[in-house]
């Protein structure tokens, strides 16, 4: 998903500059990219941005452990947004999850919209949250395999498609960077949630 993102901004000329969060350094494909090695448990001060966008998350199979998965999904977005927040960013757009649900039983969703919960206070004049449904989309490069269920979820779609309800059709993830992006420059302010069949 922050791969989408990235070649979003990066296609929009009006971006002077364009400052990158990660453990590692990527490739230098625009002379506007400035990366940032951090580690997002010891965050420095970041530069000043006027918009922020996350898209930080992980599988419990991936991260190991419910507390390894937790300090990615809720702790490092977090730590970002407050860090961003206090750069000076008055807007922020992250990627969470259908069925983010700070009251669920089910802890993948209850992690999601705790998250959300508690970026809505940090205080940022405009926070756009996409909640997209299975993204669609090559996750070789990132070192991950497509997953059973979502190799499942997409040979149904494509036999029943229409019959799906919209906000649970698998969804392009340049579909949701794209929206994403358009929602937070859209200037309307308070909190927005975008719904997966919304960003079809």
């Known amino acids: 998903m922050g791969r989408e993102l990235l070649a979003a901004l990066s296609a929009d000329r009006h971006n002077r500059a364009i400052h990158l969060l990660g453990r590692r350094a990527p490739p230098q494909d625009d002379p506007r990219w400035v990366a940032h090695v951090v580690d997002f448990a010891r965050l420095p001060a970041l530069p000043r941005v006027d918009e922020v966008y996350i898209a930080l998350g992980t599988t419990i199979r991936v991260a190991g452990s419910q507390a390894a998965f937790r300090t990615v999904d809720h702790d490092a977005v977090l730590a970002v947004a407050r860090a ?40 940022f004049e405009r926070l756009v949250v996409a909640r997209p449904s299975l993204l669609v989309g090559d996750r070789g490069p990132l070192g991950q395999p497509q997953r059973p269920g979502e190799r499942i979820g997409l040979q149904l779609s ?43």
């Open 84 to 123: 961003a927040h206090a750069a000076g960013a008055r807007a922020l757009g992250v990627v969470s999850a259908m069925g983010a649900d700070a009251g669920s039983r089910v802890f993948y969703n209850r992690t999601k919209g705790e998250t959300e919960q508690a970026l809505a206070g940090i205080g």
């Open 158 to 200: 494509r036999v029943l498609g229409p019959l799906i309800p919209a906000h649970y059709r698998p969804i392009a993830a340049q579909r949701v960077a794209a929206s994403l992006i358009a929602a937070v420059r859209a200037g309307v302010p308070g909190q927005r949630v975008l719904l997966s069949g919304a960003m079809q």
